[in-house]
């Protein structure tokens, strides 16, 4: 998961922000980066089809409508927030709803994320009435939420005995298909692992084997009573949706958060991360989830650092491959200033993705700060690429093929650099030192390919 917290509103409205103004972006650098440059930079951004298709992806994604089943304690509201990666805050009456199943939105940043149909499993609802049972109230209220998919949720630590809620639940995908004419999309979610035996392993990456295999058990006790029921489940996934928060460095337990304002939640932050299986959850979700707004509606509110990744992936794929053909130019140092541009415009991108302003000299100064590859050691590699273009004058094209390799990759290290630092969050320590080890692989198999 992510190592730096992403606002939902705010990354798609950074995102949105930039590609709308990137050609203003452009045209705003020096003379040294040549108006002819700038127009093939902003053809092969726009012109480019996943961009286009991504772009128009965030404009009309809607939140996914998901059923949740699962009895009281089985740890439903902290599924929502292990899969989102953030303590979201559920408005509770947003419809008021019966005493069988509640509607929340879940809302981050004054953005709803996902709306979410919550029933307590049949054996623990009422009827507010003798007129209509429990059992009648949830079919009703599934019928007009229309879910886009079911999350069937069973506690790992205490096997109950869940037969009456798996036939309840055949029946209302046995109502769902008659009315819509295709199942309802459902995936069994085996929560809470982290309390399995051996109980005291709560870091995933720590479990034992012996943890591992009484997992594997739970999985297999559940699916066979799910089987025996004749419920059609897509998976069954073991999860922990273990999160311990804090605010501000200092640990804060479930009842004093249930204390907190609702403008204090955006301050938690995960101060211990337990999730297992989560990401392969998501994974099943996104399969069965057939609606397409809606599927994006799930990777924006899931996996937005994904989504900004690509798009950083995406533009250092294409600045890069733009600095090869930047450095094919025949003539010696005509190359260096436009490609040093070129490089200090994709950080700055990258950099406004992961929230920071649009800022060449931002840029500059986090290419000093990794020393070594900083403005300088760059301004050197790069002179140091133009004497082999020398070699054109007794082999023409020769140097400039090997120049232009050089440059695509030292402009491809960067972005994926800024991409590590700005959006994954990671150390500047260790950002510098994984790019001083990638630059050294890259000179060595430079000469080994010579």
């Known amino acids: 998961m992510s190592k730096k917290d992403i606002n939902t509103r705010k990354a798609l409205d950074r995102i949105k922000n930039i590609y709308r103004n990137l050609d203003e972006i452009l045209e705003s650098l020096p003379k040294a980066f040549p108006k002819t440059m700038k127009d093939k930079v902003k053809k092969m951004v726009f012109n480019d089809e996943e961009l286009k298709t991504l772009m128009d992806e965030l404009d009309s994604y809607r939140p996914p409508r998901i059923f949740l089943v ?80 079911c999350i069937f949720m069973l506690n790992a630590s205490h096997r109950d005995d869940v037969d009456t809620d798996v036939r309840f639940l055949k029946e209302i995908n046995d109502e769902f298909k008659k009315e819509n004419g295709f199942d309802l999309p459902i995936v069994c979610a085996i929560n809470k692992v982290d309390e399995l035996a051996p109980s005291r392993f709560k870091d995933p990456k720590e479990y034992p084997i012996s943890k591992h295999k009484n997992i594997s058990e739970v999985i297999k006790y559940y699916g066979e009573i799910i089987d025996r029921g004749g419920l059609q489940v897509s998976d069954i996934i073991a999860t922990s949706s273990m999160l311990e928060w804090q605010m501000d460095g200092v640990f804060i337990d479930a009842d004093a958060i249930n204390d907190l304002k609702l403008t204090d939640l955006p301050r938690l932050e995960i101060g211990f991360d337990g999730r297992y299986g989560i990401e392969k959850l998501i994974d099943s979700l996104e399969k069965e989830i057939s609606d397409y707004d809606a599927l994006v509606g799930l990777k924006i509110a899931c996996r937005m650092k994904k989504i900004l990744e690509a798009l950083a992936d995406k533009l250092t794929n294409i600045f890069s491959g733009f600095a090869g053909t930047i450095a094919i130019s025949p003539i010696p140092v005509a190359d260096i200033y436009p490609l040093i541009v070129l490089q200090l415009v994709l950080v700055s991108l990258i950099a406004s993705l992961g929230g920071r302003a649009f800022s060449p000299k931002n840029a500059k100064e986090f290419l000093f700060s990794i020393g070594g590859v900083g403005i300088a050691a760059n301004i050197f590699r790069i002179s140091a690429q133009q004497s082999l273009k020398l070699l054109n004058f007794f082999a023409p094209t020769s140097g400039s093929a090997v120049s232009a390799s050089i440059a695509a990759f030292g402009t491809k290290t960067i972005g994926d650099t800024a991409k590590n630092y700005f959006i994954e969050g990671i150390d500047l320590k260790k950002v510098k030192k994984e790019f001083k080890h990638k630059i050294r692989s890259g000179k060595r198999d430079g000469k080994n390919n010579e």
Do not use: C, W
């Not at 069988?100 to 009435?129: Q, W």
């Open 70 to 149: 699962g009895r009281t304690g089985v740890g439903k509201s902290s599924l929502i927030n292990a899969i989102n990666g953030k303590y979201l805050a559920p408005v509770n009456d947003v419809y008021s709803q019966t005493k069988g199943a509640d509607i929340y939105d879940y809302v981050d940043d004054g953005k709803v994320l996902m709306h979410i149909l919550d029933s307590r499993g049949i054996a623990e609802s009422l009827a507010i009435n003798d007129k209509i049972s429990a059992e009648e109230m949830i079919k009703n209220e599934v019928k007009k939420f229309l879910p886009d998919v």
